[in-house]
């Protein structure tokens, strides 16, 4: 990205952060005050923040204040870091480490892990409904939005179809770009469509967020599949080779390292052109080329 864009990320950033602060428990509880601890070890571990910094984006190229969208960002940041919490569980994936840090059983047990994790899928929804911004119709959108995508419909029947594949032997293209769509890409949708709904943006440009996002799910997960390979832990903050260990199939198994790229790629170039259509959409574009080449 260039200097004007790496600013702009920044600037996303560094409000997400705040906010997320802004929304601690940490110092509102009482005995049950280690839960929150917990829960803010996850969400302030840092990573890169790219689901809210979407819903930031698609609010302000829909013509909308993206300050007044803090509590979608963060609400869906709540959401995937309940998931990477669950992940690293040992009944699940069983990682160590996750963002360079020890998971978030290795450094507060196992329950209370599973107890974090639980708070952070529930939070986002109070956050959502008290917000001062927002009127009540945006409110129950954003609502049955994020609903949607973090269950059954949509991360967790990713994830359930992920764990199954393990002890599948015919794990073909179509069976994965449906996990990673469901699994990755529901969130990635989510967040493109929370900021356009923030903005109170007409029904074409939702449309046109949701074909960007799907787009850049599959090439943000196939990169992930080629990083697993080839990258390091220093570099990842998680284990690499798991993929492998877990006997999982991925478009690497399937394609090879080069293929796969191809494919991310190709599933870069189609977001690209959508992106075009939004005015103001030059950050998008160079976020979405950055997300092809990035190496953590």
Do not use: W
Not at 216 to 228: E, V, Y
Not at 268 to 282: P, R
């Amino acid at each position: 990205m260039d200097i004007k864009a790496v600013s702009r990320l920044q600037e996303y950033v560094e409000f997400i952060e705040n906010s997320l602060k802004n929304y601690s428990l940490s110092d509102k509880l009482g005995l049950q005050k280690s839960v929150a601890e917990a829960m803010d070890y996850s969400l302030e571990a840092g990573g890169k923040r790219i689901r809210p910094v979407l819903v930031l984006e698609f609010c302000r190229i829909c013509g909308g204040d993206y300050k007044k969208a803090a509590a979608p960002a963060c609400a869906l940041e709540m959401i995937h870091t309940f998931s990477l919490i669950h992940d690293d569980l040992p009944c699940m994936d069983d990682d160590d480490l996750r963002r360079g840090k020890p998971s978030c059983h290795k450094k507060y047990g196992e329950a209370a892990a599973v107890l974090a994790g639980d708070a952070l899928a529930i939070r986002p929804f109070q956050i959502i409904a008290d917000d001062k911004y927002l009127n009540d119709h945006i409110k129950v959108r954003l609502i049955s939005e994020l609903s949607c995508s973090s269950g059954p419909e949509g991360m967790i029947g990713g994830q359930i179809i992920d764990m199954e594949n393990e002890q599948r032997s015919s794990v073909d293209e179509a069976n994965l770009r449906q996990m990673y769509a469901l699994k990755t890409g529901a969130l990635i949708k989510t967040a493109c469509v929370m900021g356009c709904v923030s903005a109170s943006a007409d029904e074409e440009k939702i449309k046109y967020a949701e074909e960007y996002a799907e787009n850049l799910g599959l090439a943000f997960q196939i990169i992930d599949d080629i990083l697993d390979v080839t990258s390091t832990e220093n570099v990842l903050g998680k284990p690499v080779g798991s993929d492998n260990e877990e006997n999982k199939t991925t478009f690497v198994t399937l394609f090879g390292i080069e293929m796969a790229r191809e494919k991310a790629m190709e599933y870069t170039e189609k977001a690209l052109k959508i992106a075009d259509k939004f005015e103001n959409g030059y950050f998008l574009k160079e976020l979405t080329e950055y997300l092809l080449v990035r190496n953590y």
